[in-house]
């Protein structure tokens, strides 16, 4: 098991993105409809919020509602927007203790307004605090994201040849924030799920067997400890790397 104290502060990646996979098969273990997982899914959220604030993270980013996940019945996707209301109602004064602001990426006006509200009311009360920020990419995709960025550089009438991948990134969902420095995606799959595809150009990816209602303190650590023992080229030689760190 990995602990704490076995996290290089100094090697902390700036950015840690999550695609929190598992709820439903973790309910039906417990023989429960899926709604069970995503209730039971809180608590590792908590976890992760509060590992990475202890370990120096910056930007944790979760994938929590995806642009596909519209297509579910729609009594799973009624019950996603209640536990969204929910759980922002009872984590604000945890995420207020911890010192973390939240912010959204996202398609958000296919989000209920009563939801947004509640959302916008979270983002405003925890708006000055400066120790980390947590995004929830909700009704997100790459795909989507990347094409609500080229109709806007449309609506720009920006000139083709003035286009380069700066401009792009200008118009991206996550202009204000650096790129990941490290994926973990729990459950077993290992795919990224049209999930910040732009953005991970060079990210180190963790894939982890845990369902995500059992992820804890401790599966952060050991996805911290495993970026630690990289060696991030970023297209470079090992040579060109250890002469930059030089």
Same mark, same amino acid.
């Given at each position: &098991? $990995?602990?704490?104290? +076995?996290?290089?502060? #100094? %090697?902390?990646?700036?950015?840690?993105?999550?695609? @929190?996979?598992?709820?439903?098969?973790?309910?039906?273990?417990?023989?429960?409809?899926?709604?069970?997982?995503?209730?039971?899914?809180?608590?590792?959220?908590?976890?992760?919020?509060?590992?990475?604030?202890?370990?120096?993270?910056?930007?944790?980013?979760?994938?929590?509602?995806?642009?596909?996940?519209?297509?579910?019945?729609?009594?799973?996707?009624?019950?996603?927007?209640?536990?969204?209301?929910?759980?922002?109602?009872?984590?604000?004064?945890?995420?207020?203790?911890?010192?973390?602001?939240?912010? &959204? $990426?996202?398609?958000? +006006?296919?989000?209920? #307004? %009563?939801?947004?509200?509640?959302?916008?009311?979270? @983002?405003?009360?925890?708006?000055?605090?400066?120790?980390?920020?947590?995004?929830?990419?909700?009704?997100?995709?790459?795909?989507?994201?990347?094409?609500?960025?080229?109709?806007?550089?449309?609506?720009?009438?920006?000139?083709?040849?003035?286009?380069?991948?700066?401009?792009?990134?200008?118009?991206?969902?996550?202009?204000?924030?650096?790129?990941?420095?490290?994926?973990?995606?729990?459950?077993?799959?290992?795919?990224?799920?049209?999930?910040?595809?732009?953005?991970?150009?060079?990210?180190?990816?963790?894939?982890?067997?845990?369902?995500?209602?059992?992820?804890?303190?401790?599966?952060?650590?050991?996805?911290?400890?495993?970026?630690?023992?990289?060696?991030?080229?970023?297209?470079?030689?090992?040579?060109?790397?250890?002469?930059?760190?030089?």
């Amino acid at each position: &098991m $990995i602990t704490l104290e +076995q996290i290089d502060k #100094e %090697r902390v990646p700036q950015h840690v993105a999550i695609i @929190m996979d598992g709820n439903g098969r973790w309910a039906m273990k417990q023989q429960h409809e899926r709604i069970f997982g995503h209730r039971n899914a809180f608590t590792a959220v908590r976890q992760a919020v509060e590992a990475a604030v202890q370990t120096g993270v910056r930007y944790l980013t979760l994938y929590t509602f995806s642009t596909e996940n519209w297509n579910r019945p729609q009594a799973e996707v009624d019950g996603l927007m209640e536990l969204l209301i929910k759980a922002v109602e009872e984590e604000t004064k945890t995420l207020m203790d911890n010192n973390v602001r939240l912010a &959204m $990426i996202g398609d958000l +006006q296919r989000i209920p #307004e %009563r939801s947004r509200t509640m959302l916008q009311r979270c @983002m405003n009360q925890t708006a000055g605090n400066t120790a980390m920020t947590l995004v929830l990419a909700l009704s997100y995709s790459s795909r989507w994201e990347v094409a609500e960025a080229l109709r806007k550089i449309c609506r720009k009438g920006l000139d083709p040849q003035d286009i380069n991948e700066e401009t792009l990134r200008h118009y991206l969902a996550t202009r204000d924030y650096p790129d990941p420095d490290l994926l973990i995606r729990t459950g077993g799959e290992i795919r990224i799920s049209n999930f910040l595809l732009w953005q991970m150009a060079y990210t180190e990816f963790y894939f982890s067997e845990q369902l995500w209602p059992d992820f804890r303190h401790e599966d952060f650590y050991a996805a911290l400890h495993e970026y630690q023992s990289r060696q991030r080229r970023f297209g470079k030689t090992g040579a060109q790397v250890e002469q930059k760190m030089a």
